[in-house]
């Protein structure tokens, strides 16, 4: 089975543009949930969706949205960038293990803005 | 979800067995215990999770303390490639309505196996 797949992997945009992340997540697994990772904050949670809902979104301003396909690809959005934008944007993919779940995650998209 | 408590950093020698603690004291009774590691300019990898029994996979095994308020993370023998940041995460068990997918990171502990 393909694992999870971000693009582009490397993106470099100037203040006040706006980027399109994209996600293709493991077939068959209808949640995926998108992480940024920066040095000083480390990983933290933006938001998840299962079957084409936001069922729920982490602390982060209203310019960093997303959507799901009915086909469980993903794509995230961060309208007019900032310099604190910068970071490794990581989404995963999940499923159920019993009451558990395990996270698939891909290799990220490295976003930085000049 | 309960908050945990990791070494910032610990080394192993390749070969020998590289033993991870993690405190969860607030830990409640419907929450798993993930771990979960990074290795640089990678995503996450997801290695076990348990309850209140030890669990034991391909990766690693999973010590859970009787009164479940800490953990090990045991990987047997500790190769180079399993230099990372190991993240230890309690998160409560999946239900209808519940949200797949969210995980508290906290800072993890940077192992570094030297040769």
């Known amino acids: 089975k393909a694992g999870v797949t971000q693009t582009p992997r490397y993106l470099i945009k100037t203040r006040g543009q706006q980027v399109t992340l994209s996600c293709s997540p493991i077939s068959g697994h209808r949640s995926v949930s998108w992480y940024q990772q920066t040095p000083g904050q480390g990983l933290q949670f933006l938001f998840e969706?299962?079957?084409?809902?936001?069922?729920n979104k982490g602390n982060f301003p209203g310019r960093f949205s997303g959507r799901q396909f009915s086909n469980s690809r993903s794509e995230m959005n961060v309208s007019t960038l900032e310099l604190g934008d910068s970071a490794l944007y990581l989404c995963?993919?999940?499923?159920?293990?019993?009451?558990?779940?395990?996270?698939?995650f891909g290799s990220g998209t490295q976003l930085s803005v000049l | 979800d309960a908050k945990t408590t990791q070494p910032t950093s610990m080394d192993c020698a390749e070969g020998r067995a590289a033993n991870l603690p993690c405190n969860h004291s607030?830990?409640?009774?419907?929450?798993?215990v993930y771990w979960y590691r990074q290795i640089h300019s990678q995503g996450p990898q997801y290695i076990i999770h348990?309850?209140?029994n030890n669990e034991t996979n391909e990766m690693a095994s999973l010590i859970i303390t009787e009164d479940r308020k800490s953990s090990t993370l045991i990987l047997p023998h500790a190769t180079l490639r399993d230099t990372a940041v190991y993240y230890c995460?309690?998160?409560?068990?999946?239900?209808?309505?519940?949200?797949?997918?969210?995980?508290?990171f906290g800072r993890g502990t940077q192992l570094t196996v030297w040769p």
């Open positions: 969706y299962f079957s084409e809902t936001q069922r």
């Open positions: 995963a993919s999940s499923v159920k293990q019993g009451l558990g779940e395990k996270l698939f």
């Open positions: 607030t830990i409640s009774g419907n929450e798993y």
């Open positions: 348990g309850l209140k």
């Open positions: 995460i309690v998160r409560g068990h999946y239900d209808r309505g519940s949200t797949l997918g969210r995980l508290y």
